[in-house]
């Protein structure tokens, strides 16, 4: 197999540190650790998180993924100067992420103030296997004279979510005179880390410790000769209690501490080449490959690849996808519809372990989801717009100031945005269409797929003779409060339906509920196509005004539409962050004609901003779909773009997890035309100019699949011998372990 691609950071800047920072990350799914310097810089937003470590720091706030004691700090001292790139003379730099393994490598030579030459070389890696471990490694070689290394390092907190702070300082420990252990505990005390740290040197140098305002520090002293290189290497454990082993007990800090001797006595070498070999499998299991004229549609695929085994938790049902990831601080960590509608679709074809226990997370929290419909005066489950870890609603109450009007504005989602409910319920039954996992579906996925129905059955009112839903918030956050939201009646239309159907499937009769479902999907209301075949996103956008959108168009993302208009003042036209119809005919393609398609992506793209990330990668699956392959290239690539363009702050707080899955997404899902939620597998594939190949693995009700697309040649084989049936533009095809189509695809 060809190797990923490495991540290369452009030549140092300080002005990209956050941005690389966050695209730089190291992890395993249950930490991540951003890909920060070891040296100190004012503006550089540090940051280590454990998958489901959140706490509240106060009433007035909300809950936060925490921003855990930081292990990779280091201050470098070279004949007593400090190392610093902003300082000195920076004669060469590499710093690249590879993602073949996992490691953040960097490499660089440093002329002092006083003019010394020295060569540095920083190393990093969190661990696939155990979860806990974190290693590193620190070479400096002297180019030109003798010289004096100081190095201190060790677990420093004082590091906060962006000056709240979490955590309290419990114990602190030096054991044998070189492993550094220090226990914290969040302010209400309901959750503890314990993060254990060993340094190795050479036997040559002198070593002290210091504990004062919040950092254990380890300070390591030694001469260096001319042309030699020393080594440094740290080895650190990052236990929870979170973690199925966890004891209150002093017992689990000295667990802690046994292991992570065991560990660093391997040494770096070793443990880099286990941990390669645990990525290779990945990547041999889930690697998108294409040959395209541009390295970079293949550079965003295999960074896209490398995100999503860092960001899912896979150990844990009790922690779901972050918004950010494990990569920063954005969206303070909270799960929202993102998970189940852009990543889950990921993990379900590649590993669907994975997203059974996506779904699991949120039937852990189906009570607090019941408890929040019963508020708001509804029935079944309304699941929070965000959530953490103890499932209640996590959406922050006001927005920030506005900074023209002094006054905050009222968050609506929580209160309107309400489609989440149905997009849980897509996910469940995508899950079981892929999976016939049987034992799940009557665990959980029936009660989910339930208690959403019954929750569209109570939201949606008498207008005359139909049921109308009223007072909603689509993905499109432009557009507030409107009724009829197309794409939210057709995905609650979706949510009642398919419940009644896997409730028949499974004998779960409920007279009842059946009655009224089967009322409530003969009247509900949904907008139908006019005679240019354009259905309308609400019952009130095709009335407002247009706006010229020209000038914003070409600042897409930034939301700089807010700066010459209020919300309230956008609400009134036809202005659309994302276009929830285009969202729509993406998730359920069956439903509309590939007309109705191509003129309502031709109608909302011009309304469009694409002030959301998740804009533009839609667009391209629905384009590609509709022949408009040129243009699907075109909405593909600024897609990519999202966290790889060139703007230097566009992922300061962490990459846009979501859109990150949706290069996969648009990938398989466009080009290949990939879609499963008939049950079958269809592909309508559409390779635009300059792919000559797409291949790709796919796991389906658990046979691997490999796909290869080529312009004039479509391949399908498998591990098994069992037939299977799949969809080719429409033609269905039974094969045991190998399909090839020859000639182009409008052919077949």
């Not at 590879?98 to 953040?104: S, V």
């Amino acid at each position: 197999m060809i190797q990923p691609q490495i991540l290369p950071e452009a030549p140092f800047s300080p002005h990209r540190l956050n941005k690389y920072g966050s695209l730089h990350t190291c992890g395993n799914g249950r930490i991540g650790i951003r890909g920060c310097h070891e040296e100190a810089y004012t503006d550089q937003q540090r940051g280590m998180f454990v998958a489901g470590f959140y706490h509240r720091a106060n009433t007035t706030e909300v809950t936060e993924l925490v921003n855990l004691p930081d292990i990779i700090g280091m201050r470098i001292e070279l004949d007593g100067e400090s190392l610093s790139l902003l300082s000195g003379t920076l004669l060469s730099y590499q710093r690249e992420l590879r993602t073949m393994n996992g490691e953040l490598y960097r490499e660089l030579v440093w002329q002092s103030p006083a003019g010394q030459r020295f060569k540095i070389e920083t190393r990093r890696f969190v661990a696939l296997s155990p979860l806990t471990l974190v290693a590193s490694r620190l070479t400096v070689t002297a180019l030109d004279a003798d010289a004096h290394l100081c190095v201190s390092t060790g677990i420093d907190a004082t590091l906060t979510n962006s000056g709240r702070q979490h955590l309290n300082e419990c114990s602190v420990r030096v054991f044998d005179q070189n492993v550094l252990q220090g226990g914290y505990q969040t302010t209400d005390g309901q959750q503890q880390a314990i993060i254990t740290s060993q340094c190795l040197f050479p036997a040559r140098a002198s070593s002290s410790f210091s504990s004062k305002n919040r950092q254990l520090l380890q300070h390591i002293s030694l001469p260096l000769s001319a042309g030699e290189a020393v080594t440094l290497e740290k080895f650190s454990w990052i236990a929870t209690s979170l973690d199925a082993d966890f004891l209150p007990e002093n017992t689990f800090a000295a667990r802690c501490l046994k292991a992570l001797l065991a560990h660093a006595q391997q040494g770096y070498g070793h443990l880099l080449m286990e941990n390669t070999r645990h990525w290779q499998h990945y990547w041999q299991a889930s690697r998108v490959c294409v040959a395209s004229d541009d390295p970079q549609d293949q550079r965003a695929l295999d960074f896209a690849l490398y995100h999503l085994k860092l960001m899912i938790p896979a150990h844990d049902a009790r922690a779901s996808v972050a918004a950010k990831g494990l990569t920063g601080e954005g969206y303070k960590g909270h799960v929202f519809w993102d998970t189940e509608i852009f990543i889950l679709p990921f993990a379900l074809l590649n590993a669907s372990e994975q997203a059974r226990k996506l779904l699991e997370y949120r039937y852990l929290h189906l009570a607090q989801a019941q408890d929040k419909a019963r508020q708001n005066g509804y029935q079944g489950a309304l699941f929070p717009w965000e959530s953490a870890f103890s499932g209640e609603e996590e959406t922050p109450e006001f927005a920030a100031i506005n900074i023209r009007t002094g006054q905050r504005q009222r968050v609506a989602s929580a209160l309107a945005e309400h489609h989440l409910v149905a997009d849980i319920a897509y996910a469940t039954v995508g899950y079981f269409q892929a999976t016939l996992d049987t034992e799940f579906m009557q665990q959980m996925g029936l009660a989910l797929l339930k208690e959403t129905a019954r929750f569209w059955m109570s939201r949606a009112e008498w207008r005359g003779d139909r049921l109308a839903i009223l007072n909603v918030i689509g993905p499109d956050e432009y557009t507030e409060h409107v009724d009829n939201n197309a794409f939210t009646n057709y995905m609650a239309q979706y949510n009642v339906r398919e419940a009644c159907r896997y409730l028949h499937e499974f004998n779960h009769e409920d007279a009842a509920f059946f009655a009224q479902a089967e009322d409530f999907l003969t009247h509900l209301y949904l907008p139908q196509p006019d005679v240019q075949g354009v259905i309308a996103q609400d019952d009130s956008f095709l009335s407002k005004p247009q706006c010229d959108l020209t000038a914003y168009k070409s600042r897409q993302g930034t939301q700089a539409i807010l700066l010459d208009y209020s919300r309230a003042e956008i609400n009134e036209m036809q202005i659309l962050k994302q276009a929830d119809v285009v969202m729509l005919m993406q998730l359920l393609p069956a439903q509309f004609t590939p007309q109705c398609q191509a003129a309502s992506l031709s109608f909302y793209e011009p309304r469009t901003i694409h002030d959301s990330s998740l804009s533009k990668s839609v667009h391209a699956i629905v384009a590609a779909r509709t022949g408009q392959v040129a243009q699907a290239l075109q909405f593909y690539r600024e897609a990519c773009r999202i966290d790889l363009g060139e703007e230097p702050h566009s992922s300061d707080d962490g990459i846009h997890a979501a859109a990150t899955a949706a290069i996969w997404t648009g990938a398989l899902m466009g080009f290949a035309g990939l879609d499963y939620q008939s049950g079958e597998l269809h592909f309508r594939p559409s390779l635009p100019q300059g792919w000559t190949r797409l291949q790709f693995p796919l796991c389906w009700r658990g046979t691997r699949l490999t796909v290869s697309l080529e312009p004039r040649q479509f391949t399908l084989s498998k591990t098994d011998a069992q037939p299977l049936k799949v969809w080719i533009n429409g033609i269905s095809h039974t094969f045991t372990e190998s399909l090839i189509l020859k000639g182009s695809h409008d052919e077949n």
